[in-house]
């Protein structure tokens, strides 16, 4: 059965603290992987799409890498605004073009 | 900046009855999608709709549930006869010429089965 991983299941930093949160899958094929973020009682937010591996994207604080097995959510000098749930969703190839298989995320939490 | 619209924020409902939740995409999307979270657990997949039509539904879409796009900007989803195990959080979400790729997701409404 297709799976993603998602870890640590919950992660607390300092202000300032880097880390990186990890997307693992397991998978037939890939299409793409996405980073959602999701503030609570809140939808998720599009962060990135990643198609390849080696890919790397980026946006402020964050960049998402690709490998064949995995993707890394790295977080560099995150600040309290950046507490959140991170969730990491596959689309298939060979299969529907149109349905997202979610994690069940990170829930990070930056304190000040 | 463009964005999915839901209403209502939250539906209490008593089981068996009927709602609708209701959901504006993007304007210029082609792609609308149901998606649900059950508190504490995974988003999973609901359905899928393009070109007026279903594209792919999951096990959990049955016939208690449909959708409807009943005019250019509309996309519903109906829940007939309300169960206990559908309180959940509903997100509707739309995409462009990608696909599924870089969906954009609603706020959510949070229905309550009573």
């Known amino acids: 059965e297709d799976q993603v991983t998602q870890s640590p299941e919950a992660l607390r930093l300092q202000e300032g603290e880097s880390s990186s949160l990890n997307c693992s899958y397991t998978?037939?094929?890939?299409?793409?992987l996405f980073w959602y973020r999701q503030d609570p009682g809140k939808g998720p937010e599009f962060l990135f799409t990643l198609y390849s591996a080696g890919e790397e994207k980026e946006k402020e604080r964050l960049k998402a890498t690709l490998t064949k097995k995995e993707s890394f959510l790295h977080i560099t000098a995150p600040k309290p605004e950046d507490s959140a749930t991170y969730l990491c969703a596959v689309l298939l190839s060979g299969g529907s073009n149109y349905k997202l298989t979610f994690g069940k995320g990170t829930l990070l939490t930056v304190n000040p | 900046e463009p964005e999915v619209t839901q209403t209502p924020s939250h539906q209490v409902t008593q089981m068996g009855q009927e709602v609708i939740l209701r959901c504006v995409p993007i304007?210029?999307?082609?792609?609308f999608y149901w998606y649900r979270q059950i508190l504490g657990q995974k988003v999973e997949f609901l359905v899928s709709?393009?070109?007026?039509?279903?594209?792919?539904k999951s096990e959990i879409f049955d016939d208690q549930f449909s959708v409807e796009r009943p005019d250019g900007s509309n996309f519903t989803l109906k829940i007939r006869s309300t169960k206990l195990e559908d309180s959940a959080m509903y997100f509707c979400a739309s995409a462009g010429t990608g696909g599924a790729g870089g969906a954009f997701f609603g706020q959510g409404t949070r229905l309550t089965v009573v």
């Open positions: 304007s210029n999307h082609l792609y």
């Open positions: 998978v037939s094929g890939l299409r793409g």
């Open positions: 709709f393009y070109n007026n039509e279903i594209s792919e």
